[in-house]
DNA sequence: CTGTTAGCGCCTTCAG
DNA sequence: CTGAAGGCGCTAACAG
């Protein structure tokens, strides 16, 4: 019994012969150890929590992938729920996580409150952060400089001699993805002398952003829209065709996050590039850091971004 | 102990008082039943597996959504991995589930063959398919009729006059959604007297089938094009447009899977609906029939799908 | 290097 | 209606 698990484990030496012995009993009855019954002697379930917003958001799926493919490597398995950014539903599932007695939580949250915070100490559960920022830097998170990279489109198009650059997003609280990029923005845009305009939507969401824009459009002047996500500027894009306007003649349009739909549009659209993919990936193989108690740098990654240019503003 | 036990789980009836002393210490303490400990003495972990290709592709996550939200309505968890399709990882993740002691299995697959079926034999657990055919009907699943859409779809575009109609799609084995539908395409096609044309890329995806239209376009003389899926289908306008030709006026276009996508392509897209997020919830309730011995009309659901009929093929 | 002995935290009889 | 006792299948000391 004991030397069984001593050669499925390899938490000790086992002459060969009777490793050998073990390994074709083992083959002969078709022999699975019990993850379960492992995971309440050990006190490892070699499994982690993933809690995400939502997966079939458009980029999250690409995310979760990365977190599984890096959890594979490791030999971990993951267990994803949807929050639908709920702090109820969070909470109650950082809970069930506990109950599950899971190794870690990789955790995805719109905006973080103190409330979250307290359940993780409660819970005493590894936690990493993701795509979601805790402006205390309590916890340990991968993240990327929302902020700016809004500084860095407004550049961008200032330097292509834009100047009425419109924001679209939604209105959250603070602490939000999108409150950080609509900052950046704003910082920006003052710190050019140019007035900051505002195309407000109440979700995040292709059909909300369509209708905004429309009607935006026809009242005031802009020449570039900066979307809170490439759902929203491609709605933007749209829009702005629909109303007989050219893009980027007239108006250049810039997404966030470079998800597939990006190149899916017509004209392709400029984007702020995040990797979802290695999001997921980081995130992961640092919650195997913390599990594995190996040396970290830093408790805060931040991933780069990039501007990837396409047609949607290109020189005119 | 025991009692608490009772109270908890509410298998036995315990006098009021007793109970409101259980349930108050419960609070005090903060306690959380270990769910491990209780799937090791129940025999039942209140997990799912769900096995998927991939979950970033287009419409997976949609799906995964849908098996999330019925997991969670009836206490279920979802422990989801990527198979990538791949024989010997969905193999070896069945055999994963089996020592996680999963409660069941919701198993998504390009193609199913006999060694898939022998892998569920051997492990005992309640296996539903999910956009996965099996072609002799062994094991319960949840389908559209792949082969049926493509008839109607051809049905739809010859009813427009089209007669030059071809089908984009990738070359798989026997076995495979684009296979069937495939099947339904040449099939109705043959009955109508028409000439099956087809559009073939290695893989589904938009790059390869954004070259192939491309080509293909100027080589032959086509009127319509029947995508194996709408990423696909996308690509097919945006080749179309980029050779100077016009949607639908020169050459309808339909796709498949209602993803997304569809309404966000210009013209929108003409697609084949097929509930993703039902497909995943409709599949999730199944399980919860089987693990309860709820009585089933049917081991073999079939979903409705449907035409939505969009600009891509809208009358000129 | 290998077998023996305790638990891990819960559920499930079995008495009372 | 409630407590006591055994066991789920494994890991982790402990001897030998």
Redesign the interface.
Same mark, same amino acid.
Not at 32 to 37: D, E, F, I, K
Not at 98 to 101: L, R, S, V
């Given at each position: 019994m004991a030397t069984v698990s001593r050669v499925l484990n390899d938490t000790a030496v086992v002459k060969d012969e009777t490793k050998k012995r073990v390994l074709d009993a083992i083959a002969k009855l078709?022999y699975?150890?019990?993850?379960?019954?492992r995971?309440?002697a050990s006190k490892r $379930?070699k $499994?982690i929590g993933v809690i995400v917003p939502?997966?079939?958001?458009?980029f /999250?799926?690409?995310l979760?992938?990365g977190i599984?493919?890096v959890a594979?490597m490791y030999h971990y398995?993951?267990?994803?729920?949807?929050s639908d950014g709920l702090l109820a539903r969070e909470v109650d599932l950082i809970? $069930?996580m506990?109950?599950?007695?899971v190794d870690g939580i990789i955790f995805m949250s719109p905006a973080l409150t103190s409330e979250h915070v307290n359940t993780f100490e409660?819970a005493q559960i590894p936690i990493v952060l993701c795509r979601t920022d805790d402006p205390e830097g309590r916890i340990p998170s991968v993240n990327i400089d929302n902020a700016g990279a809004s500084v860095d489109a407004v550049n961008y198009l200032h330097k292509k001699g834009r100047t009425k650059i419109a924001f679209l997003g939604s209105i959250h609280h603070e602490g939000t993805l999108t409150s950080e990029r609509r900052r950046g923005y704003v910082a920006e845009m003052k710190n050019r002398n140019l007035t900051p305009i505002f195309i407000d939507t109440a979700r995040e969401e292709?059909q909300e952003a369509l209708l905004a824009v429309r009607t935006h459009v026809t009242m005031e002047p802009i020449d570039a829209i900066l979307a809170a996500n490439d759902?929203m500027a491609?709605a933007a894009i749209?829009a702005i065709?629909d109303e007989k306007k050219s893009v980027p003649k007239d108006i250049a349009v810039v997404g966030f996050d470079n998800t597939?739909?990006s /190149? /899916?549009?017509?004209p392709e659209l400029t984007t702020i590039a995040q990797p979802m993919?290695d999001y997921g990936a980081v995130a992961m193989r640092f919650m195997t850091k913390l599990l594995q108690d190996e040396p970290i740098s830093t408790f805060r990654v931040v991933l780069p971004h990039q501007i990837l240019e396409h047609a949607s503003s290109a020189d005119v």
């Open positions: 078709s699975r150890p019990n993850a379960v019954a995971g309440l $379930t $499994t939502d997966v079939s958001a458009a /999250m799926a690409e979760v992938r599984e493919d594979r398995h993951i267990i994803l729920c949807n809970g $069930t506990w109950e599950k007695q409660e292709y759902e491609i749209h065709l597939k739909l /190149m /899916m549009a017509r993919y």
